[in-house]
């Protein structure tokens, strides 16, 4: 393992591969030591010769590497494995290094190289990264980050949120942070059954599929493992999780008969009703407006106690003209005028693509 912090800086991966399907399970969000851990499973398909995997090693030798992106990560293992059919060779490789650079934002995957090297990958076709990896949940509203708040006696309550745009989805997994490389993605979660963690609630940007307690007989302990829906194509920093206790109001349009939510800490929900209303017609006159029907089931508001943006708009690419918005965060204010305002400019940049 090894780590670069100096050197011309590329801001953008080398073109090797097209992401096209991730699969996240974080199997531990701990409030208690503010960690996180989890494994991605990446589907991609190569688009360069198979030569442009061959990189060179600081002692000369070579290795198979694959790049991406990571930050404030710690990658424990990984593994490709070949997905297309009509290949009698298998291929199932495990890395021996992983080398991280702070500066471009990246690690390097290194696999074991030898003469049949060359041929280890073949245009065109899928494979499959699979990495474990673990990380920090850092209160600097970054990537997977803690919240925090107080309730009416003063115990402290946590949250763990995410904020991902324009480039913190690298540092709650390892993935191509790029907007232009689009993917899908399958996410779960597993918690444990107890207090408090029972009480909490998962959010996404898609519904739950399904919410099942299990009996985890080595840690002698009850698990809940939420999975959600799995999401249109969409960018990394689309990509949302909200962990904790919310009280919520909601309403359905009687016009596109998509469900708004407003999500608040406990006991804040009244001053949620104006903000439910603004979007719940907003989505009413976009559909009109621009003539494009919202592509999901929900939409989703919810007010966290701190966070980066006055707004993240969590949006979903409809088509090549236009990216639909699905839940954004935004801070509690009390003028009114912000809210409308706040509300208006993310529907529009949802429906306008920005």
């Known amino acids: 393992m090894s780590e670069e912090s100096s050197g011309y800086v590329d801001a953008r991966l080398a073109r090797f591969t097209k992401p096209q399907h991730y699969d996240l399970h974080y199997s531990s969000i701990d409030f208690d030591q503010n960690t996180f851990a989890g494994r991605v499973s990446i589907l991609f398909k190569t688009i360069k010769s198979p030569t442009a995997f061959i990189l060179s090693k600081r002692d000369g030798t070579n290795c198979i590497g694959m790049l991406l992106h990571a930050l404030d990560l710690h990658l424990d293992q990984a593994r490709i494995e070949h997905l297309s059919c009509g290949n009698s060779r298998s291929l199932h490789l495990e890395a021996d290094n992983f080398r991280y650079s702070t500066v471009e934002q990246i690690c390097r995957i290194e696999f074991p190289y030898d003469e049949n ?73 597993t918690l444990p059954a107890e207090i408090p963690y029972s009480s909490m609630k998962c959010i996404s940007n898609t519904p739950i599929t399904s919410n099942q307690t299990i009996f985890e007989g080595e840690k002698k302990r009850f698990h809940r493992i939420v999975t959600f829906q799995k999401t249109p194509l969409m960018s990394t920093y689309l990509l949302a999780l909200v962990i904790g206790d919310f009280d919520s ?36 006159l976009y559909k009109d407006l621009f003539d494009v029907p919202y592509p999901l089931v929900k939409s989703d508001l919810l007010a966290i106690p701190d966070f980066a943006a006055g707004a993240m708009e969590v949006r979903f690419h409809g088509s090549l003209e236009h990216r639909l918005l699905n839940s954004f965060y935004f801070l509690l204010f009390s003028s009114y005028l912000f809210v409308f305002l706040e509300l208006g400019m993310c529907y529009v940049s949802r429906s306008q693509g920005n």
């Open 249 to 284: 109001i909601s309403s359905t349009s009687e016009i596109t008969r998509i469900m708004t939510t407003v999500y608040t800490v406990p006991g804040k929900v009244n001053q949620g009703k104006f903000c439910l209303d603004v979007a719940s017609q907003c989505l009413d």
């Open 117 to 189: 090297s060359e041929n280890v990958f073949v245009l065109g076709q899928s494979y499959k990264l699979t990495i474990d990896f673990h990380g920090v949940l850092n209160s600097n509203m970054q990537g997977l980050y803690r919240s925090s708040y107080k309730d009416r006696v003063g115990q402290e309550h946590f949250i763990a949120t995410t904020q991902f745009e324009p480039t913190d989805a690298r540092r709650a997994l390892p993935c191509f942070d790029e907007p232009n490389l689009k993917a899908t993605f399958c996410l779960s979660v």
